[in-house]
């Protein structure tokens, strides 16, 4: 009996559901497939990042790596999964095919059609929960529907989390030698896709993963797991894990994850109340997460439409030259502007950057959310569609929030609660670097004669505010009152 594991959104041996029951049915005689879908990585896609794909080939090629010290290897492939499954299972008399379930609308519809063209070849197909802590099937409101609302959410989630310890598996035992696999094709290059990209990225890949994890529960490290709770919406400090590249692509099991979090939990949270909230705070954010994946599941027009179809009525103003401002971090609001240019630098941004720079998109320059959460899409090496789109309809108060709309970051204030000395902003926005803190929110308000002091003329070498946030926040809830009304 020979099985074929379709790796996806699961680059990794340690822990994969799919890959240890291939492994477990076929006696280790397995065929490790990535196919290359033009559908998610052609240029003009929506949601084609170059890098992503580029964190993408990196966790390839070290999943290949892994695989040859078990006498196998990667077999990669390039062309649409509906034509190329079929021809490799006849092929080579495989007997069953096994892969790890995603849950975006297109994974949805094409994992629906494989399985459909494989069952008239009499293969059996076989799908997993993986990425996620609870699949969206699991949980549902008393009345059998799915939630909508993420506090009852998060409640069933954390009972479930409770009634059922989560389990990690061993990396499978193969025994298909790589000599007789199919044949591969070469990795590619991020050039070769048209693709390219100057961004200081992070290593892709199952090790990279696992430093960043080890990193993260080291109680010596002045910002850990244990500091997350007070740490966590600090972007000047590095408290959080920067695990959202590797959840993204499976390089690191979320499973593992939580359990070395509950195990950090129980050896140094007796030490120390605020270890078990800062634990239970970031496992949290893996609840959202969750949510976030069924709520696309279940309604996929989220991506093009707002999750509330009243806010498609909302009348955006899209001005492009304001947009450009934002995009490229030249707004003259710090905070913002070192947000976005940390994304154009890194691919990744803070998350309590995220929420800031979003909210001034969408309620200080009244510009559509889907404008910025496709710009995120493509530079973001995180982005997600489930997470980016969840995170930005949050912030545009389109989304699940019950009543949403009023909720807008002074940018001002944001950065100086949450970049208090301005190390952040001085970071990413070296024009600045000689403003006292005490200006460093608000360079405007220099004088000239301090400005020359700083090395900054205000206008010139750093831009002045595009808008006057207490003027647009009256504007937003004027244009979201109208939507309102008319509901």
Known sequence: MITLHWFRRDLRLEDNTALTAAALASRGIVIPLFIFDPILIAPERRFTSAPRVQFLLDSLAELDRNLRQLDSRLVLQH?????????????????AVYWNSDYSPYAMRR????????????????????????????????????YTVYTPYARQWWQRLAAQPLHVLPAPVLHLPAEQLPASKPLPTLAEFGLATEQQLPAGGSHAAQLLLQQFLDPQQPSNIGTYASHRDRPDLMGTSRLSPHFRFGTLSVRAAVLAAQHYAEQHGREDNTVELGVRTWIGELAWRDFYVQILAHFPHVLQRAFRPQYDGIAWENDP?????????HTGY?????????????????NRARMIVASFLTKDLLIDWRKGERLFMQLLVDGDPAANNGGWQWAAGTGTDAQPYFRIFNPVSQGQKFDPDG????????????????????PHKMSAQLQRQCRVQIGHDYPLPIVDHATQRKRALDMYAVVKQQR
């Not at 030259?321 to 971090?329: E, K, L, P, Q």
């Not at 190390?423 to 608000?442: G, M, N, Q, W």
Request: charged share 20%.
């Open 423 to 442: 190390a952040y902003v001085r970071r990413y926005l070296p024009e600045l670097a000689d403003v006292p803190t005490s200006f460093i929110h608000e």
């Open 79 to 95: 062309g649409d999964p509906l034509e190329l499954l079929p021809r490799l299972v006849q092929a080579h008399y495989v007997t």
């Open 111 to 146: 994992d629906a059609q494989v399985q459909q063209a494989l069952a008239e070849l009499r293969v059996q197909c076989h799908s997993f929960k993986d990425g996620v802590i609870h699949e969206y099937p699991e949980l549902v409101t008393k009345n059998g529907t799915h």
């Open 321 to 329: 030259a304001r947009f450009a401002a934002w995009s490229s971090g």
């Open 334 to 350: 710090p905070i913002v502007d070192a947000a976005m240019r940390q994304l154009r630098q890194e691919g990744w941004m803070h």
